[in-house]
């Protein structure tokens, strides 16, 4: 009988739990018409829903919550240093006092600062970032607020968004040609873990339900 020799555990107190989710740049259109890009990574899908968590104080949260739309656009492995660029920048201004303290600052064009190009949406205001291979339109279903307390957190609380995609643009070279799918192995998105950028590594199966 094979005897299963469990892994040594230790308990820890991280600061944070971002066990690796894919970097998401959403675009969101400001009062003033342009535009701006938050870049994130506290995102799940689930068929055509994804939900996302934004702490408050940003500009992105505030004009999502008043314009109700905007673009998922998934970074790929390549845009990791135009992310980097953007990642110690907010849209809003002022720049909220917990964010001044380390370092943040105003930016108001971020598509210049990252490197990036707009391209239109089709069903929502706010365009599309070229560069990403993975492009969402959506529509905010469900907002809930959480206040500061409980939640222990630096800033203003956090929101959890509910949306809805209604609009999903792809790069040619990730589509499965003749397919409505994404080929898994083309398709390199960039991932956010616990603070570093990482890469996807290499493809080691797929699930019962995969269609191709
Ligand atoms: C890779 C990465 C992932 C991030 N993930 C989140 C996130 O999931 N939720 C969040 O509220 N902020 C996240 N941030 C921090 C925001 O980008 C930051 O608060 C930024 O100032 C928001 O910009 P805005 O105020 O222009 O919307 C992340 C930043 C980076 C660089």
Not at 157 to 161: N, P, T
Not at 207 to 212: D, H, L, Q, R, S
């Given at each position: 009988?094979?005897?299963?020799?469990?892994?040594?555990?230790?308990?820890?107190?991280?600061?944070?739990?971002?066990?690796?989710?894919?970097?998401?740049?959403?675009?969101?259109?400001?009062?003033?018409?342009?535009?701006?890009?938050?870049?994130?990574?506290?995102?799940?899908?689930?068929?055509?829903?994804?939900?996302?968590?934004?702490?408050?104080?940003?500009?992105?949260?505030?004009?999502?919550?008043?314009?109700?739309?905007?673009?998922?656009?998934?970074?790929?492995?390549?845009?990791?240093?135009?992310?980097?660029?953007?990642?110690?920048?907010?849209?809003?201004?002022?720049?909220?006092?917990?964010?001044?303290?380390?370092?943040?600052?105003?930016?108001?064009?971020?598509?210049?600062?990252?490197?990036?190009?707009?391209a239109?949406?089709?069903?929502?205001?706010?365009?599309?970032?070229?560069?990403?291979?993975l492009?969402?339109?959506?529509?905010?279903?469900?907002?809930?607020?959480?206040?500061?307390?409980?939640?222990h957190?630096?800033?203003g609380?956090?929101?959890?968004?509910e949306?809805?995609?209604?609009?999903?643009?792809?790069?040619?070279?990730?589509?499965?040609?003749?397919?409505?799918?994404i080929?898994p192995?083309?398709?390199q998105?960039?991932?956010?873990?616990?603070?570093?950028?990482?890469?996807?590594?290499?493809?080691?199966?797929k699930?019962?339900?995969?269609?191709?």
């Open positions: 009988m094979d005897i299963y020799h469990a892994p040594d555990t230790r308990v820890i107190h991280p600061s944070i739990l971002y066990f690796g989710t894919p970097v998401v740049l959403i675009t969101t259109r400001n009062p003033d018409g342009s535009t701006n890009i938050t870049p994130m990574s506290s995102a799940w899908a689930l068929a055509d829903r994804v939900v996302i968590g934004l702490s408050g104080g940003g500009q992105g949260l505030a004009n999502l919550e008043r314009e109700r739309e905007c673009v998922l656009n998934l970074a790929s492995e390549d845009m990791c240093e135009g992310v980097e660029r953007i990642a110690p920048t907010t849209g809003h201004h002022p720049v909220p006092a917990w964010k001044q303290t380390i370092g943040y600052r105003h930016e108001a064009d971020k598509f210049r600062l990252g490197g990036w190009h707009a239109p949406s089709v069903s929502v205001s706010a365009p599309r970032i070229a560069e990403c291979p492009q969402l339109e959506a529509r905010v279903l469900l907002t809930v607020e959480r206040p500061i307390e409980p939640w957190g630096d800033a609380g956090y929101a959890i968004i949306l809805e995609v209604v609009q999903v643009h792809a790069h040619d070279e990730i589509v499965v040609s003749g397919t409505q799918h080929d192995v083309r398709y998105p960039l991932f956010y873990l616990f603070r570093h950028y990482v890469g996807r590594g290499n493809a080691l199966g699930t019962f339900k995969a269609e191709v």
